[in-house]
């Protein structure tokens, strides 16, 4: 189908630059969406790019660029998706924006909020959306987990939000991974693991951003002093209290803990489901004791949340909605993710900031 | 039965020291533990007394003391259940153990370690047995996740603990409870529930002393200075991180999360399971991601321990036992009981301290 209509636009026409393992879900994900298509893969070779072309079952028209110059230019894709280690970020993506291609940009999206507002402004002056990738967002019960704790009935006045994102890298990874240069992913572990908490902590307060942060003492670093693992105390203004804690050395666990006035929610999956097509989370609300306190009535209830899709689809499905609307509908790009990426990365500057001083207290920018 | 026979010693003879409203819970614990009899019942009036034992069906010989020295003046008791405010703990604590009783005592034991020394040097020099009241340590789930958390192929080396406990106090409690008075129990927050996190965190731990605590900024107090809310960041030598977060006004939370190297623990009923006979937890371990991260092998798994007895029964039972040792079989007290009392409150203490210097960090005691 070459023409649009208006009732099914044309797919967007995706460019992946790099492969990164991650790139390969992203890639079947675009592949299960119907509203992309992989149209081209860009690499430091072309034999890089052929192989991964061929490993991920791409379409066999797919364009295959021996360097990421040659992708940004190719003139028949809509967006890139950039999985690029973070250092790359600035250059890569403010370069796709000025050639008009809308960004899907890998997190952690850039080394600072300085950085990162270089890259937004390049979406914006060149009319590009720009979301980041972080993929639990898009998961449907992510909706319905923000549905719940949105109504003060069910949670109250959220008060309390724990969270902690974790896995235990092996030896390879801890030598040789992107994520433990300082060259490329300087923030390491915060930067990797711990954007996940730092997204589901403003999550959970609608976005609202924390007043101070400060960082727990004694955070892990390697040899060349790229975080291991660490974590953070963030305040906000009315009381409202979090701590997350991110960790490439301790094993998997993705936990989101919220403690509202009247109720609250536990899911420990929240950035990859334990399984594809469904998810769990739990919810407590309005509990009580039973007699002589030795039971809780009621109890907490569990919900399961399906998806035939799964959320890597979803975020690109979503994205790619949002550029159809662009491109073929002239709308202005959607400023809603890109802020809420921004939030992230200024919420994540404070606690570098506050690792970098002993832990002390680091207000945080708006 | 009125003489001790080895292979079944005679029930302990309990006075109760007060009607508070856990004494009723307690008093049922006494008279399902097979080891336990409650004997007397001492309270401010006869009246009180009487109508406590009415109502929690007592048995009819149990004798009614209208004043706490006419309890513990008792000469045909082997121990006081002491249920008072905190403030008073050390008063009638000591003058328990001065006239040989043993002593089953409320928490959070004291107002301070210091306090509680002088009740733990009463205990000693009169050679009686000490234990607080804390219900969940004697639940047999306890005992099995303490087994698993300390099996380093299943969870590995602790790094970091979250716990929470929090209930919503209604209005009436906000206003009359002896919990947010500061002549009775000044802790608060911190010594009801509070007293509970520690104590959790230091169980995750196997009872190592943290090197130093530093409390969450913008604890909430009433207007007498009681806290309501708080929290702290406990740290250890060797990198180990625990947070909690104790309230009366949010929703009932129960929360222990334990991560380790290897696996994690979730238990989110710690305190008071959500049924009185079968308790679960989770646990993950040697969690890895499913082909290309779209989910997780294995999942983590759920475990669920029965009892027949509750844990508070259990609790008396376990004191029992060790106080028909010493009085049948001439043991010395068993001492770790009262030590992990002491560790708890050395841990509040620093927390108390650092709640009272803006957050500081403050070493804890040894």
Do not use: Q
């Given at each position: 189908m070459s023409s649009a209509m208006p009732e099914e636009p044309r797919p967007v026409r995706f460019g992946i630059m790099g492969c990164a393992t991650i790139a390969r879900k992203v890639a079947r994900a675009m592949l299960l969406a119907?509203?992309?298509?992989?149209a081209a893969v860009g690499s430091r070779s072309e034999e890089k790019a052929r192989a991964f072309a061929a490993d991920n079952g791409l379409p066999a028209g797919v364009r295959l660029h021996g360097s990421y110059e040659g992708l940004v230019d190719?003139?028949?894709?809509?967006a890139v998706y950039i999985p690029l280690p973070t250092s790359l970020h600035v250059k890569w993506a403010a370069a796709a924006a000025a050639r008009g291609k809308h960004v899907l940009l890998e997190k952690?999206?850039?080394?600072?909020a300085a950085d990162l507002d270089a890259i937004l402004a390049a979406c914006e002056s060149n009319r590009v959306q720009f979301m980041d990738?972080?993929?639990?967002?898009?998961?449907?019960r992510t909706a319905k987990m923000r549905e719940l704790v949105a109504n003060k009935g069910t949670?109250?006045?959220?008060r309390v939000i724990n969270t902690v994102f974790s896995f235990q890298a092996d030896e390879d990874f801890l030598h040789?991974?992107?994520?433990?240069?300082p060259d490329l992913d300087a923030l390491g572990a915060l930067g990797d693991v711990g954007w996940y908490c730092i997204r589901a902590i403003l999550w959970a307060v609608d976005?609202?951003?924390?007043?101070s942060v400060a960082a727990f003492r004694n955070p892990v670093k390697n040899q060349a002093g790229v975080l291991l693992a660490c974590g953070a105390t963030l305040y906000w203004a009315d009381g409202k209290i979090a701590t997350f804690h991110c960790s490439?050395?301790?094993?998997l666990t993705m936990d989101i803990t919220v403690v509202g006035t009247n109720g609250n929610l536990h899911v420990t999956?929240?950035?990859?489901?334990?399984?594809e097509k469904s998810a769990p989370f739990s919810v407590a609300s309005k509990s009580s004791f039973a007699e002589l306190h030795t039971?809780?009535?009621?109890h907490p209830s569990k919900h399961v949340v399906t998806t035939d899709l799964p959320q890597e689809a979803l975020m690109v499905q979503e994205f790619s909605r949002l550029v159809q609307s662009v491109r073929d509908?002239?709308?202005?790009?959607?400023r809603n993710w890109p802020a809420i990426t921004r939030k992230t990365q200024i919420v994540m500057d404070a606690v570098k900031t506050s690792i970098d001083s002993e832990s002390e207290p680091v207000n945080v920018a708006s």
């Open positions: 119907p509203a992309a298509n992989v190719d003139p028949d894709l809509d952690p999206t850039a080394l600072c990738s972080t993929m639990w967002m898009h998961h449907p949670i109250g006045d959220v040789n991974d992107i994520r433990v240069k976005y609202e951003l924390p007043k490439f050395l301790t094993n999956d929240f950035v990859i489901p334990y399984e039971g809780w009535d009621p509908a002239g709308s202005k790009p959607e």
